[in-house]
């Protein structure tokens, strides 16, 4: 179990002025931040980042959908920390979501779910070390 995970604030979140108040959700829940930059993706690399998904039907608008605006990347610390951010950002679907997760808040649909948190602790050190260098991560 790691004490790291990776986020992504979505265009959706970027674009509606959610991203200030989604990372000030963040650090009080006990996060503490410790990589993060504002970054537009290619289409190139939003295919690279999700090729895990490649042969879904979602694969070509997702990548369409996470290449249309900018996004702010962060690594995050906190004991149990994929699990405890899964928590805090609620279900895909934010009709589901938990009231008072991220996604129940800022989200509009399934596609458009305005974060992205890791679903385990091999892929946060994968999707982080996709964002940030050694020397970018603290």
Do not use: C, W
């Amino acid at each position: 179990m790691s004490n790291r995970t990776f986020t992504m604030i979505k265009p959706d979140a970027m674009k509606n002025g959610h991203a200030g108040a989604i990372l000030d959700r963040i650090i009080k829940e006990g996060f503490r931040i410790v990589s993060l930059k504002m970054t537009k993706l290619s289409k190139e690399k939003a295919g690279e980042f999700y090729a895990v998904h490649k042969e879904r039907p979602f694969y070509g608008e997702l990548v369409d959908f996470m290449s249309s605006g900018v996004i702010i990347a962060a690594i995050l610390e906190k004991p149990n920390a994929v699990t405890a951010f899964r928590t805090l950002i609620g279900a895909t679907n934010p009709a589901q979501a938990e009231a008072g997760t991220i996604r129940k808040l800022y989200a509009t649909s399934v596609g458009e779910n305005a974060i992205h948190g890791s679903d385990s602790d091999e892929n946060a050190a994968i999707e982080g070390n996709f964002f940030f260098s050694g020397l970018e991560q603290f």
